[in-house]
């Protein structure tokens, strides 16, 4: 603890916490201060002017940053027939029906996305208590209920990111690796954003995006111009 101190206390050394960074200039000094021994993941966070309790105020979605984010992503499948052969071939890593229903109820979750055919979901709900919060259950609003299950797989693998505002109004996601050049971050983020601002609920009211802030995973974070990223609703 005491060495992951010192290190962050050396990213923010020269800083002013106070200060909002445009785009370009807050990635160049994140991917500056990454000195962890690992490809740090570069994370975005957004305060946003909702409150989530209430559903007409509900921040949920996916968007497929054209970057992807340097993750490997294992993504299970429940789908039976020709839509689990399509599933294998589009490089599912766990395709299965009743026996991965029985998996899963063992404790055996081995995936980060879970997907599933229309006619599957029957199975699939019995395991809403344990899939729903650790956020993977199938959602036909988020493209993971679907009979198109190839396209699903290859968006899961390619990078697409699954976003939902949390109690505080506050919504995340991690956009990249430091390893990424600063255009393709740069970009990333302004993906992130703008699908943030797209999902924009019909009950929020007055300022919508109130704080945009990025960070590396042992870094320190900078707080981003909202107008350098997207102009704020």
């Not at 009211?205 to 609703?233: D, F, H, W």
């Amino acid at each position: 603890m005491a060495t992951k101190g010192k290190r962050l206390r050396a990213a923010y050394e020269g800083l002013d916490r106070n200060a909002a960074f445009d785009v370009a200039e807050a990635v160049t000094m994140i991917k500056e201060r990454a000195k962890a021994k690992f490809d740090e993941t570069v994370e975005v966070a957004m305060n946003l002017g909702v409150d989530p309790r209430h559903a007409d105020q509900m921040v949920r979605g996916v968007v497929s940053l054209p970057h992807g984010t340097g993750k490997t992503v294992r993504v299970a499948v429940f789908a039976k027939a020709d839509k689990a052969e399509e599933a294998k071939a589009a490089g599912a890593d766990v395709v299965g029906a009743e026996d991965l229903m029985a998996e899963v109820q063992a404790g055996t979750i081995n995936f980060d996305r879970c997907i599933a055919t229309p006619d599957m979901m029957g199975v699939v709900g019995r395991l809403g208590k344990i899939l729903g919060p650790r956020g993977l259950m199938p959602n036909p609003k988020l493209g993971t209920v679907t009979p198109n299950v190839a396209d699903a797989v290859k968006a899961a693998k390619a990078g697409q990111v699954q976003f939902r505002v949390e109690k505080a109004g506050i919504i995340h996601g991690g956009v990249g690796r430091v390893s990424f050049s600063d255009e393709q971050l740069a970009e990333n983020i302004h993906a992130f954003v703008d699908a943030i601002i797209k999902a924009k609920p019909t009950g929020a009211k007055g300022t919508y995006v109130k704080k945009i802030s990025i960070s590396s995973t042992m870094g320190p974070g900078l707080r981003l111009n909202v107008s350098s990223v997207a102009t704020p609703v």
